[in-house]
């Protein structure tokens, strides 16, 4: 895919959608990072279930290192993985008290030194609280960005690097919402809804669908 194809793309994703963000509901960084430690193997509008709660009653570090794991545990355990995140989440807290003044820290290394923070978690928070032009590639990006060309690569870091290169300057802060959206809505796993697609004429994709199938029932 060439550098034009490319710019076209993300100028008719931003004039689609000029102000993407998050689907997790959050008020502080904070709470984005446990919401995100939460989203893994999950979806947004589960964990913003079990997140309308909590941080309600503790909606900071020491308020929810207060909890414990045992008393976070009911909160979140409609989540999967409730225990090993509870636990991360807590330590997470105590981290941040310890060590951060109960601020989240805003360099890369800092954040993926924290319990259950990993490169793709960093870069959320870098990206989303933040303003970071960093790109937190999961699976939906990973999936967009291979078929429609924008940057082919086998794991989620090569597709990091290559989207980081090739994403032209002013696109790259929102780059990350953009391509997270079309993979959960149009570009999806098993039925790609190329119909609908508004960058169809510029997509690589090769078995591109004639039409939409009906939804199952």
Not at 21 to 37: D, K, M, N
Request: aromatic share 6%; with cysteine; net charge positive.
């Amino acid at each position: 895919m060439n550098a034009k194809k490319r710019r076209e793309i993300f100028t008719r994703l931003a004039a689609a959608n000029p102000k993407p963000t998050t689907e997790l509901v959050y008020r502080s960084p904070f709470e984005l990072l446990v919401a995100v430690i939460l989203s893994a193997q999950a979806t947004d509008k589960g964990v913003n279930a079990a997140t309308a709660k909590l941080f309600r009653d503790a909606g900071t570090p020491s308020r929810v290192a207060a909890l414990g794991a045992e008393g976070l545990k009911p909160y979140i355990r409609t989540i999967g993985l409730y225990n090993n995140k509870a636990k991360n989440i807590i330590a997470t807290a105590k981290a941040l008290i310890e060590e951060h003044g109960g601020e989240v820290p805003r360099e890369r290394a800092a954040l993926e030194a924290l319990p259950g923070v990993g490169r793709k978690t960093a870069n959320v928070i870098l990206n989303t609280a933040f303003d970071e032009p960093t790109i937190a590639v999961d699976t939906h990006i990973l999936r967009v960005a291979n078929r429609t060309g924008l940057a082919r690569g086998k794991t989620p870091r090569a597709v990091e690097d290559k989207l980081l290169r090739f994403t032209p300057t002013e696109f790259k802060r929102d780059a990350h919402h953009w391509l997270i959206l079309h993979g959960r809505y149009v570009c999806k796993a098993r039925r790609p809804d190329c119909p609908h697609c508004l960058i169809r004429d510029l997509c690589e994709y090769r078995h591109k669908t004639a039409e939409s199938p009906p939804e199952e029932t």
